[in-house]
């Protein structure tokens, strides 16, 4: 049974600030998010979207993870979001010491430890290979990760003739979800705060805990 399914569809308007921090677990001050997937341009879109405004470029793949946090609006205290974009992370050719180092690195910005993994998956250039590293990656994080993992479809090349329930149908995709325990949702027509809500069902299950890094 899926657990949080949204069928939306993408629009063109302007990403909106959130007005307040009451999608936040009453618990947080901060919520930490890491996002995985096998597209710079893909990741940085989620990114945006969750942050509620433009604050990654799709442009150009840096050389390493990037941070950035976004405040939210509370009368009682200080609350914000912090996003770690990683670099792609499920290359062929990325070399092993090359992956620990950006691994490293995304630990460090996330200390002192992320609360969910953002995955943000293409399923028409996924491929066996992006999934055994994708799986690879959590696992060397912890082996608690796929339970703070949502996998998030990114908008497709194609939209004549796609659905959620092709997508769901997937073999690779099907595998991935499954570890996730069925969380997922499909980024066309996804607003900020949709995302936001469903972070927010998904840190209910944890009373808003991190996750621990087993990782160096």
């Known amino acids: 049974m899926l657990m949080y399914i949204s069928v939306l569809i993408v629009t063109d308007e302007p990403l909106k600030r959130s007005s307040s921090s ?34 990654f470029s799709s442009d150009e793949e840096p050389g390493g993870c990037q941070k950035v946090f ?25 070399s092993v010491n090359k992956q620990s180092q950006h691994l490293q690195e995304c630990v ?10 953002l995955l943000v998956l293409q399923p028409e250039g996924f491929t066996e290979e992006h999934k055994l590293r994708l799986q690879s990656v959590l696992e060397q994080f912890s082996d608690k990760s796929f339970d ?8 497709p090349k194609d939209e004549s003739s796609v659905s959620i329930e092709r997508y769901m149908e997937d073999p690779l995709l099907k595998d991935i979800m499954t570890k996730c325990r069925d969380k997922l949702l499909w980024q066309k027509n996804l607003e900020h705060r949709q995302l ?19 990782l160096f």
Not at 148 to 155: A, E, M, T
């Open 108 to 117: 460090r910005l996330s200390d002192p430890g992320p609360h969910v993994f």
């Open 148 to 155: 703070h993992s949502l996998v998030l479809i990114s908008n």
């Open 22 to 55: 009451e999608l936040l677990h009453p618990t947080m001050s901060e919520l930490r998010v890491v996002l995985l997937g096998n597209s710079w341009a893909d990741r940085s879109s989620a990114a945006n979207l969750l942050l509620g405004k433009i604050r």
């Open 70 to 94: 976004e405040l939210l609006e509370d009368k009682n205290k200080e609350k914000k979001i912090t996003v770690i974009n990683t670099p792609d992370l499920l290359l062929p050719n990325i």
């Open 196 to 214: 936001l809500t469903v972070i927010d069902n998904m840190l209910k299950k944890t009373n808003g805990d991190h996750m621990s890094c087993d």
